[in-house]
């Protein structure tokens, strides 16, 4: 290919705007790389918006079909996020044009198809954007780590839960008050629910799955739990048991299956993911050769991941020059793909936080209702009576136990006379 | 090409064996790319020795260029280490065979050669093995952070030396005893020369700068201070202070100059850099799109390593099948070389410990010292008397100073009549 590579971009918000202007603006590194491409079309939803990077009105249509249609438009950027955008995706790789984009929700549940589509058509489609921003995972676990059978994988994937959540560790408010804060700041949504939730971290999950376990899972199969129910208080005592509090998104082999499941965990305080704060990203990855790899950086954000979007663009156009070529094949699922474990198998130790009350003979009753479970009790703290009366604090942190006993057990413990209110828990990843 | 690409190796140590192990047993990443492989000749240098891993004796020799020369070897995977490696290396390349090695000293000291050979012959020269071990951090500043200007980098790159800073924290004792432990434990080499004065990471920083800054430095030329002389009190005082000391490997711009520097440096206590312990490596870069990122693993060790050098593998001959092409543009260095920065220039923050007399005047004489070189003082800490009699000591933490005056200040505060000793000092970098 002698002529520049043709670019077609749809959307023009705040991520491709960064592109836009990396294109324009572009580091030595991609210039060392004579990356010789050419902007040919732009879709945005409203022509007549003032834009923050300067981009030729000629280029401007409203119609994403116009830019995956346009001939002179050999790879297509997808940055909207827009629910349309599989059907735009789809059209591109059936054209036989490589596809970079960012859309987490897309390829959670769509990957199948729109791998298997690309590699029928001899195309890319890639998406390193589409995980903790500016992070090179995706790169890592496809290129560098493939030398490894990934064992386990845990993430922190949502800036948003942990900003909240580094806030409340702080001591800075309850949830409520740290939501709020994060939507001033900028870092949360008017309407959170994805990141909350633990269904935005879920579906990156998805996409790091495929790639680590070569697992058939989507998004919504995920075990989610949110962060909606962390108290100030869990965080408290976790830091006096030696940990912090983390919405951890978690993959691992659980022999022939897969656990994937995102929800608040307790995770050692000395451990890098428990540093891992503020707005940030981490994902740990333990591998066959390597062991244990921590990768760390900006998860979100116009330009880091818009360096993610040009990292993609740089490698396919050399990938085009140096005479195509696809690299899809590991996306694609063959026989060998896992199945995902039942959540109710998983086998995790537990943090449990009961109000009981001062008596002789409660602990006695607890410990029986967990030995009926065969759970095993790996410490127990007792605080003194405080001001609410006649029932103190009681954590209790167990050794590895089965999710459907703990369920078992808890719900046996909220039915004791001697327990007030419903038990808190918490599970724990000693990392 | 429809043959099995045909692999030779030099070398049957522990790495290459681990690499001969994966090649093997090679884990279900590598099998879904189809590496279709042949393992066709070996270089080692005692044909008698037992051998832990089990290789068709046919295929031994006891010369590399045997291996070299061999029409059915097209990929040198160089694993020895050995002075003479730059012309086994040398004469792959010319002959028109990609080269993957771990050969740090090589390529610090023949990087300019080698690169300019195989892009003459149209061949790669992968390394990912020759720094930070399993951690992929060469493809991450290659290709994952292309659109990056790198602004910073800051490596701790020798698990040795590391290990020992490690147990030092930790209490379990002085230096010379330390050292003695990592020897015990297989952390340090009988002669550990290379790893504490720091001229093993200087090598690895050479090659980091070279990609990240485009800097034409070899390893001899970055200035480096090791770990012999670094007191367990140091390591004490920086606690209190809210520092860790590490082994820093530092490439940073600076104008239009690139600083390169290894030594001993606090780094703030709740970094990620300072929780990374025992024989473990991380790099933390800062980029202009991405900002802060840190990449943590093994940065030693048969299985980690091997990862790399099988990384890379995959690469080349992915690429191969691909129709070819080299990816070697990128580690030329062009009229653009940054050229490397007199540390007497650097700007820095410093830490003294003094020794003084416990008199009336004394600070004053010392902040008098300070001034003179427009040093500005951050904090003090002035120790009361201790059981060695008149004297007690000064910590003091500058704001940023350049090397040039503090070297000075050193000199006069080490002629004052009310100091004792030489004035200890270590340099501090916040990240």
Not at 76 to 92: D, F, H, N
Not at 266 to 274: E, H, I, K, Y
Not at 335 to 347: N, V
Request: aromatic share 4%.
């Amino acid at each position: 290919m002698d002529r520049p590579v043709g670019i077609g971009l749809i959307g023009l918000g705040n991520v491709a705007s960064g592109v836009v202007r990396l294109l324009g603006d572009a580091p030595a590194a991609v210039r060392r790389r004579r990356l010789d491409v050419a902007l040919q079309r732009v879709a945005v939803r409203d022509l007549q918006r003032p834009r923050t990077v300067a981009v030729d009105p000629g280029l401007l249509t409203d119609q994403a079909m116009a830019v995956v249609d346009d001939p002179r438009v050999d790879l297509v950027i997808e940055l909207t996020g827009a629910p349309e955008a599989v059907e735009w995706v789809r059209a591109a790789l059936a054209r036989g044009k490589d596809v970079v984009t960012a859309n987490k929700a897309m390829l959670a549940e769509h990957g199948d198809e729109l791998f298997g589509l690309a590699l029928d058509r001899g195309v890319d489609l890639m998406f390193e954007a589409s995980v903790a921003g500016g992070i090179p995972i995706i790169r890592s676990l496809r290129a560098g780590l493939v030398a490894n059978r990934v064992e386990s994988l845990y993430g922190i994937l949502n800036g948003t839960t942990n900003y909240i959540l580094t806030q409340m560790t702080r001591g800075a408010g309850d949830y409520p008050a740290m939501l709020r804060l994060a939507q001033e700041k900028g870092f949360a949504e008017p309407d959170p629910t994805m990141d909350v939730s633990g269904r935005d971290a879920a579906q990156k999950l998805c996409i790091l799955s495929r790639i680590a376990f070569h697992s058939r899972v989507t998004g919504s199969q995920i075990f989610c739990e949110g962060i909606e129910q962390v108290d100030a208080g869990d965080i408290q005592y976790a830091r006096e048991l030696g940990y912090a509090v983390k919405l951890l998104a978690v993959a691992k082999l659980a022999g022939d299956r897969v656990q994937a499941r995102v929800h608040p965990a307790m995770v050692p305080a000395d451990s890098l993911l428990a540093n891992t704060n503020d707005e940030f990203n981490a994902i740990e990855v333990v591998g066959s050769s390597v062991g244990n790899q921590v990768f760390y950086g900006r998860g979100a954000g116009q330009m880091p991941t818009a360096s993610a979007v040009v990292a993609d663009l740089v490698e396919l156009v050399q990938r085009k020059r140096a005479g195509g070529g696809t690299a899809i094949g590991d996306m694609i699922l063959g026989e060998g793909a896992l199945e995902l474990a039942d959540i109710a198998e998983c086998e995790l130790r537990y943090y449990l936080r009961l109000r009981v009350l001062d008596c002789p003979g409660v602990l006695e009753k607890i410990a029986h209702v967990l030995a009926v479970e065969r759970i095993s009790i790996a410490s127990v703290l007792q605080k003194q009576r405080d001001l609410q009366g006649g029932s103190v604090p009681l954590i209790i942190v167990t050794h590895e136990a089965r999710e459907r006993q703990m369920k078992r057990a808890l719900a046996a413990l909220n039915d004791l006379r001697e327990v007030e209110g419903a038990p808190r828990v918490m599970r724990i990843e000693d990392l």
